[in-house]
């Protein structure tokens, strides 16, 4: 009779694409990105003039008529909300030890997560500075030029 | 682990490592298996409480922000709410927030890349508190005075 043994050392073969590597990695690239971007949205939104007084429906309009501005709160969406709502994955995953619960918040969290990156895509890119019947006060100065 | 290992390794260990060992007071034991770990667990409990508070002023960030496409006058509401002296309190701590999670993600990012980061990890967390300190020198009071000067 004879008896094969495994080969001592060898690995389990592993198929396909190691996603919590990429996860991983990614917690570090967008980790270092996102201290330029936040701290770039903090400073001028919160230190530059009067700081968060100066926020209203005119200072964004007026930042979003950059294209600079529309890139970096952009990214800044995209990467913060997917790093977050991976490292809540990574947390659902340590204290959610029922298969049940674990799979319900998964679910929620990546539906919110999704939800949440479409909408604030959609009012990036269909925003409109100068909404028709809105008082001019409300409105960002160069609304006057063109109704 | 150097506590734990203390009796088998005791002979691997240096001089000054082992009496150190030898002259913690056993009395002071805890049964179980309660971890008691040092500055690397308090950074990890500080960067999981941060960061999930960060997650979640950003879900109602997005959507706070979202009213721009509403109308003017529904954004100006919801953002004066942000306006108002409790909320600049609470802008601080948000900032200070920020502030500990990505600094000390710098540090877990040295700590993985940096041949030695592992080496320097304790020294980087009280780097850390340096840096975020000058952070919120820098941002406290300019902010206050916008949130109180009126
Ligand atoms: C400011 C720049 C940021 C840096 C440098 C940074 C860095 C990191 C790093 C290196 C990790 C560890 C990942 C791991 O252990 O594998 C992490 C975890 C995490 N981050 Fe960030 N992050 C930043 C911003 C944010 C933001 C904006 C959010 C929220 C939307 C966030 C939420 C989280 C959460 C929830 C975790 C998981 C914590 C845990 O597993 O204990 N981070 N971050």
Redesign the interface.
Known sequence: MTVSIETPRTLPQRRGVNWEKWGWIYMRASGVVLVVLIFGHLFVNLMVGEGVHAIDFAFVAGKWADPFWVVWDTLLLFLALIHGANGMRTIINDYAQKPGLRKVLSWALLGSTVVLLVLGALVIFTFDPCPAGSPADLLPSFCGDIN | MPEKSAGALADAQPVGRKQAVEQKPQGLRVSGTLYRGREGMWSWVLH?IT??S??FF??VH??D??L??L???A??AV?GA??TPIM?LG?VGL?GA?GFH?LN??R??LV??WSVGTRHQRLMFWLVWVLWAVLMIG?TP??LM??FGG
């Open positions: 999981r960061g999930v960060i997650f950003l879900l997005i959507l922000t979202a721009v496409r109308s003017p006058e954004y100006n953002i942000y306006q600049g802008e900032v920020i990505a993600g710098l877990i990012i993985d890349f941002f300019r902010h916008n949130v």
